[in-house]
């Protein structure tokens, strides 16, 4: 600790907050990871008044206090919305009389139980697009370096797989404009879906992003993309006659004719996912490539086929498959590819555990681990201390049988000002991510 908090500023600062019935609070301060005394300081200063209070040490043990004080944020921010879901979901679960335990999905492709996820609501952000990576992974043998497509209503997802594992964001995902330390499966998403809306703009028609209602083939007032999948003859969903009614009365509006206008909100909508995708993988390949299994690659990404799910995926193959020249691929199920995902993905967590045997101390910040050790302190023993606090963490909360991987374990010599030498060590294990196939 180089400068100690200053006890009235914190005061002042409590007192504050409290008075404008401020009740969620994020904590974070500079190297927490390393010493958290201060983050628990302001912790027992402002329990008696905070809903909640998240402190940035117990979200990640990785450094940088940008991201960290992100993730806290949004941490605390979607904390009371998250929780009525969570008992909301406890309350249908009781009402239905079901009795097995619940989890959900994260945001790197693993799931946690509810009851870890209301303390950390901000993991599942972005658990959409992981449970369509993790569904994919249930119903396809996938070994090769490919792109997978969700089409949805309103938006298809994109995701990258390197030698048949998903791609990830080591370094955390961003939430707008700000990056936080929350890691995940790298996902793309654009504004084109099933129910994208059609407008002519200019005379060229555009797809999306907007929804306004399903398509008119389903009872909605406004043609969409659907609709003109039903005009071209890709599909015949619904009922087709009002989705011809739908393209012939935009078209009229522009005077033009109404196949010309679907095939154009096909073609825009086929290049513009296909345009996504090629980009996705160009910028992956910008930066060395991380998948699940930690693997870092050093060649580039070459996908070599398309996989596809969602409700329109067989009216889009095709088409996709002619955008990207490569092979196309749906598998049994497409439609409800995420929701086997998410039923079959298995619980994980991570761990950062350090050491430091000149200050004999070592410590597991987001498990709140932290004891004393001896000089003779090892790097056996602190892989062996990760793995069984981070065991112990899971069964606490309901996951047994965790098999925990070691990602990285390294010991540095070091010597402070005083000539005493010593080591500092590191390591990371986490549950991997993955899915238990029937």
């Known amino acids: 600790e180089i400068l100690a908090l200053d006890a009235a500023e914190l005061d002042q600062a409590a007192n504050a907050c409290r008075d404008m019935g401020i009740q ?9 990871t390393r010493n958290p005394a201060q983050e628990n300081q302001i912790l027992d200063r402002i329990q008696d008044q905070a809903a909640v209070a998240t402190l940035g040490h117990r979200l990640s043990g990785l450094l940088n206090f940008p991201r960290r004080v992100a993730t806290v944020y949004y941490n605390s921010a979607v904390w ?40 950390q609501p901000v993991e599942s952000i972005l658990s959409g697009p992981a449970a369509s990576v993790m569904g994919m992974i249930a119903l396809c043998d996938i070994s090769e370096d490919c792109i997978i497509l ?14 048949g594992s998903p791609v990830i964001k080591m370094e955390g995902i961003s939430v707008g404009s700000y990056k ?20 002519i703009v ?13 398509a008119m083939a389903f009872g909605g007032n406004k043609p969409t993309l659907l609709d003109a999948l039903n005009v071209q003859g890709v599909t015949k969903a619904g009922d087709t006659s009002a989705s011809a009614r739908g393209i012939q009365g935009l078209a009229k509006l522009w005077d033009q004719l109404p196949q010309p206008v679907a095939e154009q909100a096909v073609e825009r909508a086929v290049t513009a996912i296909r345009d996504a995708a090629e980009d996705m993988v160009w910028h992956l390949n910008q930066r060395p490539v991380y998948t699940i299994g930690e693997l870092l690659r050093d060649e580039k990404l070459a996908p070599s086929r398309v996989y596809v799910m969602g409700g329109p995926a067989k009216a889009f193959r095709k088409l996709l498959g002619q955008a990207f020249d490569r092979d196309v691929k749906v598998p049994d199920d497409f439609a409800v590819a995420n929701a086997v995902g998410a039923a079959l993905t298995r619980p994980t967590w991570s761990a950062e555990l350090f050491a430091d045997t ?18 003779g302190y090892s790097l056996a023993e602190a892989r062996s201390d990760a793995s069984e606090a981070l065991v112990a963490h899971l069964a606490q909360v309901g996951v047994e049988s965790a ?36």
Do not use: H
Not at 408 to 436: H, L, T, W
């Open 202 to 214: 200019g005379g060229e028609v555009r797809v999306g992003p907007e929804r306004e209602g399903p």
């Open 24 to 32: 969620a609070y994020a904590v974070a301060t500079k190297f927490s």
């Open 403 to 438: 098999a925990v991987d070691v990602t990285e374990a390294m010991a540095f010599a070091m010597v402070d000002d005083y000539g005493m030498s010593g080591k500092n060590i590191r390591v990371a294990c986490q549950v991997r991510p993955g899915v238990d196939k029937p």
């Open 150 to 163: 969700d089409i949805g209503g309103t938006t298809t997802d994109i995701a990258v797989f390197a030698e």
């Open 180 to 199: 936080t330390l929350v890691r995940a499966l790298a996902t793309r998403s654009i504004g084109i879906g099933g129910d994208s809306l059609l407008r």
């Open 358 to 375: 000149v200050q004999g101390r070592m410590l597991v910040p987001n498990l709140g681990v932290s004891r004393e050790i001896g000089p």
């Open 80 to 119: 009371r919305i998250y929780n009525g879901f969570a008992d909301a979901v406890e309350d249908a679960a009781r009402e239905l009389g079901l009795t097995a335990p619940v989890y959900v999905l994260k945001a790197d492709g693993g799931t946690m139980p509810l009851l870890l996820s209301r303390e």
